[in-house]
């Protein structure tokens, strides 16, 4: 080993612990503006690490001997082999034993169009020609078969946002494989990730989906959220506010009440009237 691969490696092993501190505090923080600035940070560290990386890797590809560098450090524990009982594999692979293998993500800078996630398996690059991988709209199955003797799956469903499948892809190396995930593009940008898979799985995803197919929903929920969470003079006013929608008036200042104990039916969204126009 190298001083400059001893210092490559000191490198990496300093990053991996910023970013998991960075992604530590990016849960745990409401501020946009510190959201932002962690995003940022670890977008921008997470490039760099790269950098240093994929270059290791493809000099260790070419090397004649077995010595390889040690695979990116993997966000996830992969748990004990597991039999799968899903309809995913196919007749000749129902009865295999599969290992979960270890896996990161990243999606790169603002405006990126590609989530990679990179997944941990020794000496995956000789079976290279047995790694498959099933793209859906929200989801991807990766197995590598006969992987020194064992057999590898990933599958994740229900992903952060949804992929373009006909462009995605796999790339295989020595001891990993990045799967690549094309991202959708909206109206300005590609898609922001906040994580692989989408928090609340696929109910959320549908319900996600039918507030931008209906916006009222969406501030309908807003105001429930609102009325929850609100305190006593928080809850008046929303209740006065419907009512008076009700009623077809607009508020002239939501801090005069007229009535002080105003109705909460309007949380039933059977009952719930059309907001006025203003």
């Avoid at 949804?162 to 909206?186: A, F, N, Q, W, Y």
């Avoid at 008036?249 to 907001?275: A, C, G, I």
Wanted: hydrophobic residues 35%; contains cysteine; glycine residues 6%.
């Amino acid at each position: 080993t190298t001083f400059d691969e001893r210092k490559k490696r000191l490198f990496l092993r300093r990053m991996d612990l910023d970013l998991a501190e960075a992604k530590a505090l990016l849960e745990s923080a409401t501020r946009p503006a510190v959201q932002a600035l962690l995003r940022q940070f670890i977008a921008t560290n997470t490039e760099k690490e790269l950098d240093v990386v994929e270059p290791m890797e493809e000099e260790a590809a070419a090397e004649v001997t077995t010595t390889a560098p040690p695979p990116l450090k993997a966000s996830v524990t992969a748990p004990p082999p597991v039999k799968l009982k899903d309809g995913g594999p196919t007749t000749a692979q129902a009865g295999m034993n599969w290992v979960v293998p270890t896996y990161g993500w990243e999606q790169g800078e603002y405006n990126t169009p590609w989530v990679n996630v990179f997944v941990s398996i020794d000496d995956v690059g000789a079976a290279k020609n047995r790694v498959t991988c099933d793209f859906e709209a929200d989801s991807f199955d990766l197995k590598a078969l006969d992987v020194d003797g064992k057999n590898f799956r990933l599958k994740v469903d229900a992903l952060d946002k949804d992929i373009v499948p006909d462009e995605s892809k796999v790339v295989v190396k020595k001891d990993r494989v990045t799967v690549k995930l094309k991202k959708t593009k909206g109206e300005y940008s590609y898609d922001h990730w906040t994580d692989l898979k989408k928090k609340g799985g696929k109910a959320a995803k549908d319900k996600e989906k039918q507030r931008k197919d209906d916006p009222t929903a969406g501030i309908m929920d807003m105001m429930k959220d609102l009325y929850d969470t609100g305190d006593d003079n928080m809850r008046k006013i929303i209740g006065e506010s419907m009512m008076k929608s009700r009623r077809g008036e607009k508020m002239d200042n939501p801090n005069q009440l007229d009535d002080p104990d105003p109705p909460t039916d309007w949380m039933d969204s059977s009952k719930m009237p059309p907001f006025p126009d203003v």
